[in-house]
């Protein structure tokens, strides 16, 4: 990837940080709402997943009307809840890889270990991002194998912009943790926002590519076709 490729995922990264802050404060209470569903519906733990997605489906909502479509969240989850107890499934293993070779290279000391915790932490951190994206797509109505896929290429496509996601997300987490109440009011609600901003962005980026080429090409056509008029009019 070129270096104006990664500034520009740089700077898309700013932009819907920037965004989702703006939505929250212009939707203050359909947010918090959000956010206190979210930590309520994730308490038994195997509902991670399905919460995570609900909340994802109500950002979407608030972003698109202002406010939280109950009927658009349950459609979501009725057509996505397994893939989504999936996600939140995969999102463990890698951690807890990471977790047991660490503790392994704490208490013996091989090198081995501590080789495939490192790695362990690395790839639990990029399938957080590109899960993180996945659940977007899904609430946008991808199947599952789009969604991974299409946040798996972003991450491969973006690595610098991979790396500021998870930095920013964990910044959030942090703050949020730093101001207490905020964790369970805004946090839940903010990434989500942060992380949907992000996939739009990058649609609307694609969608102007799309619109672009296609524009040139017609032109180009077109002016095949006058080339060919010209020359059979003027070519004998």
Do not use: C, K
């Not at 479509?69 to 349950?74: F, K, L, N, P």
């Not at 912009?161 to 369970?184: K, R």
């Not at 942060?194 to 180009?220: G, P």
């Amino acid at each position: 990837m070129s270096d104006g490729d990664s500034a520009d995922a740089t700077v898309g990264v700013h932009r819907a940080l920037a965004t989702a802050a703006r939505q929250v404060y212009r939707h203050p209470l359909p947010m918090v709402a959000i956010s206190v569903g979210w930590v309520l519906a994730s308490l038994p733990l195997v509902t991670i997943g399905p919460a995570t997605l609900g909340a994802y489906s109500a950002v979407r909502s608030v972003r698109e009307d202002g406010r939280v479509d109950r009927g658009a969240v349950r459609e979501t989850l009725a057509a996505h809840w397994l893939d989504s107890v999936l996600f939140s499934g995969l999102l463990v293993v890698f951690p807890a890889i990471a977790v047991l070779y660490l503790g392994q290279y704490a208490a013996t000391g091989a090198p081995l270990s501590g080789v495939l915790g490192a790695v362990g932490f690395y790839l639990a951190y990029h399938a957080w991002v590109v899960f993180a994206l996945a659940f977007v797509s899904l609430a946008d109505g991808a199947d599952a194998v789009d969604a991974v896929t299409g946040g798996y290429r972003w991450s491969v496509e973006n690595p610098v912009a991979t790396v500021l996601v998870g930095i920013v997300t964990g910044t959030l987490l942090v703050v949020s943790a730093l101001l207490t109440i905020a964790l369970p009011l805004v946090f839940p609600a903010l990434a989500a926002a942060f992380h949907t901003e992000l996939v739009a962005a990058e649609r609307d980026a694609s969608d102007s590519d799309e619109t672009e080429a296609t524009i040139s090409s017609e032109r180009s056509v077109a002016g095949d076709d006058r080339r060919n008029d010209v020359s059979t009019t003027f070519g004998r």
